[in-house]
């Protein structure tokens, strides 16, 4: 037996001083005998009795116990979502003012702690996980016992995207409280959004990438509902922060769009559709895409024009990089040289002169004329193909032997009209070392390399001994050697790049001669940079995302101190000043807190980043709905309530498997939990006063009897 009185609980326990089965015995013989006084009449036998049940409680020595309880306050758990979605409208407003409201009524509920949670909030670098406010209530229970938990209340728009999956009743019975939701947008919101439904991660440089687009009206109309006009809007996309394009698309249909992947590294298409008739947002009626541009195999035509001491070094050096196939020739035996031997008995392979510079010239990523002159092999027709190459995007690099400086100088074809550099007709063969120009330190093809040296100081690689004097008349020089003539040129032609070498000795490089040189990574700058991969741009601008922070760096080859504007993902700007590094290289950081697209410009270049996912799940339905969270919310017994104006309903406490929801009213559970501070027992039968008693009865009987 259990009382309660003021918070403490009584029991009334027992203490035998014998077995309980003797005390059964004598109980039982003790209502036998007096059972026989009964049926006799027997004087006093009601005193007898008093005294037997006197003695058998003395046997049994009761005690009250007092336990004496510190009750423990519920807990109730109210969760905030900050997610991106909240920020919509009047949402937050409306979130922050029912939060309010609550916390208000809340405190003044008895033996109630209100623990306040807010989650959601993106953070640049965290993965498309959408909003988790089950993830968050999770943590936050962790040390509150369910039997303390009296309810949770979550603020939000109903966009939750780790609603437990399965059966409800056994996710409720696993949370042990009612949940209600209080919604902070409005019923029957409609809403625009632009979906990429498919889309690679990456493609071929040179091809076109398929992807596939939809505008979506939300609500959409019921499948049941009858066939009406279809609506049509209007798609701008723009890649690489290009000149934009556009097409109107009809709305609720897939709808294919290609990217041209036309060079290495990330291409960045970004999306755009026009508002809608009823919009919420117009964060997602932007998308974009990233493809990384990959090469499959690159492709490089080698005509060497004699041989000569480095041809196997270009050789060598192109054939170490799997990424390469190369197709290499040498003309052994040029069309003049008549020395009477038949031809059927020469063992040489005829030069493909039509197959390679007219029919598949195109196939082609990179050309290289190594020690090739005017001998009449190549006709002017082919070489002007190779000229009509270059203007459309291909890359030529000519690496000059002592003829470039006589009248077999390629200077003197179609060619120079692409050459960087004309001609003196001197050729020097004194040692020198090759040195970086002001413009190669700034150069990314030669920036670094290995051996360089600082300005004014000479390099420690070893020397050549052969240079073509040539005067630049275009492009930029960005290694020069005897008497600081020009020695490697870069130039743009058109949509394409030619580079020039005017030297044939970087073979004593390869050979280690004097030490060596950095030949390797020189050359295989150099065929990047001729191919655009990105890195290599001498004129480029560069953003990137690490953690919370926005890199912006900017690669010139003049110093450049303007400063950069950055456009964050909600359209507002910031103004960004770089700080100079070495080389070329200036960059900037800038703290970020928004996820989406950053665009860096500088007014002449544009650079993109991304923070977190381009096309995230908070803002793929951005409509309030209490749909998700509906099955659970009415296996735990709470109530879905509209806050949208700030209002929130009475609140209640009621007690465990009661109704914890009704019209206007929301119930927390009272779980009247406790901590036992103390005992302390009260004999019922103290044993001096219970034998006085007892003989006392005994006494009362005897003289009843007496009488």
Known sequence: MIAAFGGNAYTIAAAPLLAWWVIAALAATAILVLAVGLWRRAGGVWWRTAAVAMLLAILINPSLVEEKRSPLRDVAVVLVDESPSQQIGDRSKATEAALAALTERLGHERDLDVRVIRTGKPQPGAGDDGTRLFTALGHSMSDIPRQRLAGVVMLTDGQVHDVPTGDAAVAAQELGAPLHVLLSGHPDESDRRLVVAQASSFGLVGKELPLSIRVEDLPAPPKDAQARPEGQARVTWRKDGGAPQSAMVPIGRDVPLSIPIDHG???????????????????????????????????????????????RVWRNILKSDPSVDLVHFTILRPPEKQDGTPIRELSLIAFPIRELFDVKLDDFDLIIFDRYSRRGIIPQAYVENVVRYVRKGGAFLEAAGPSFGTPMSLYRTPL?????????????????????????????????????????EAPSWGRWFRQVEARVHNGTAVMSGEHGDPLLVLDRIGKGRVAQLLSDQMWLWARGFEGGGPQAELLRRLAYWLMK??????????????????????????????????????GTTQSLTLSPEHGGRSSGTLPISQMGLYRASDGTHTALAAAGPLNPIELADVRTTPEKLAPLVQASGGGVFWASDGAVPEIRRVSPGRAASGHGWMGLRQNGDYVVTGFSELPLMPGFAALLLTVGLLIAAWRREGR
């Open 265 to 311: 590294g990330p291409n960045v298409l970004e999306l755009e559709v026009e508002p809608g008739p009823r919009e919420l947002t117009l964060a997602n009626n932007r998308a974009a895409v990233v493809v990384n541009g990959v090469r499959d195999r690159l492709r490089v035509l080698l005509v060497t024009g004699e041989p000569h001491a480095g041809e």
């Open 416 to 456: 120079g009209e692409i050459l960087p550099t004309e001609p003196t007709g001197n050729v020097y063969e004194d040692g020198f070392k090759p040195q970086l120009t002001d413009a190669g330190r700034r150069h990314p093809v030669t920036e670094d390399l290995s051996g360089a040296g600082k300005p004014g």
């Open 533 to 570: 991969e990105p890195d290599l741009e001498e004129n480029d601008l560069r953003a990137a995302v690490e953690g919370d922070r926005l890199i912006v760096a900017r690669q010139s080859l003049e110093p450049d101190d303007r400063p950069i504007t950055v456009t964050l993902p909600d």
